[in-house]
């Protein structure tokens, strides 16, 4: 009898497990059709500063020509990971967002989830995005509508065995990421080293590639901003931490954000370079906010390359 009640209790049991697993790993959009955005249309000036300062065009705009607004994607992102191609966002209705609501922005940026539910890889940095707040990705949404639309799609990701099964990204979710819920009210109007604080955590995800990660690709939280192999495998990425950059004032910081331009008279390189063609376009007074908090970081030892 008990090993009768073994040989159907153990396979129950495996079935609830993966039942639960399945229902736990699931992608869910947070907003549908009633969510925190406001009602009137975004201001697309306000949402061309999001979009410089989220750096939207250093990974979507199409490679191999100029105009960093067309949004066709396609660029090799090369990662420990795999390789991942970020997608078309121009408003090109059958091969970019142009059928997208604000909605379906918000899914993606805040919780990494597709109009057709499924998970976003994490070299989509939703993971700093989730802190935006609602008025930004309204804005941002107004803004991406005006551009050029781009037919065609990026080509496929070609992940690793880790991610191979793009439902395995939700487990990856349950450990490592802690989506959050856009606040109504927009950080652009604070000033100083709180709208340092949202433009370097959330906006401009500096972290992102100023951290060394984990096997599994999450950011130790005691190498935060201390520097780490850079995501395309290309060198180490340097700590901006006081450790690293503790010698310079806020306004060689600024001018760095602003030319490329480093205090020991040198130039930044590599991805870093285009940051700064980002950077250059957003005001003084938000690159001033940045330096401000760069500045306050707390020290963390540079991790070995």
């Not at 020509?65 to 966002?89: E, H, V, W």
């Not at 949404?141 to 639309?149: D, G, I, Q, S």
């Not at 080509?155 to 349950?174: C, D, E, Q, T």
């Not at 959330?202 to 190498?223: N, P, Q, Y």
Request: with cysteine; hydrophobic share 40%; glycine share 10%.
């Amino acid at each position: 009898m008990r090993v009768r009640f073994t040989l159907i209790a153990l396979p129950l049991a495996a079935i609830v497990g993966l039942g639960s697993l399945w229902m736990l790993t699931t992608a869910r959009p947070p907003f549908g059709l009633s969510n925190p955005f406001p009602p009137m249309a975004g201001d697309t000036e306000r949402g061309r500063q999001v979009f410089n300062a989220a750096h939207c065009a250093s990974c979507h705009a199409t490679p191999g020509q100029p105009d960093r607004l067309k949004l066709g994607g396609g660029l090799a992102l090369a990662s420990p990971f795999g390789t991942f191609r970020p997608p078309n966002i121009s408003p090109d209705p059958v091969d970019g967002i142009g059928r997208w609501g604000v909605s379906d922005l918000a899914n993606a940026l805040v919780a990494g989830v597709s109009p057709d539910r499924r998970h976003y890889y994490p070299a989509f940095p939703y993971t700093s995005y989730t802190g935006m707040t609602a008025a930004d990705i309204s804005d941002l949404f107004a803004y991406l509508k005006t551009l050029p639309a781009v037919s065609g799609r990026a080509p496929p990701h070609h992940p690793n065995i880790l991610f191979a099964i793009r439902r395995s990204v939700g487990l990856w979710k349950l450990l490592f990421f802690d989506p959050s819920q856009p606040k109504l009210r927009s950080n652009v109007e604070t000033v100083g080293i709180d709208r340092g604080r949202y433009l370097v955590e959330a906006l401009s995800h500096c972290a992102e590639c100023h951290s060394t990660r984990d096997v599994f690709g999450a950011i130790k939280s005691s190498a935060r901003f201390a520097g780490g192999i850079d995501p395309q495998g290309t060198g180490f990425v340097p700590n901006i931490t006081p450790v690293g950059i503790g010698g310079w004032t806020e306004s060689q910081i600024v001018r760095m954000l602003e030319t490329g331009d480093t205090p020991n008279h040198g130039r930044v390189g590599s991805s870093m370079a285009d940051v700064v063609s980002n950077t250059a376009m957003l005001s003084d007074d938000d690159r001033k906010a940045i330096a401000q908090y760069i500045k306050s970081l707390p020290a963390r030892p540079t991790p070995e390359p």
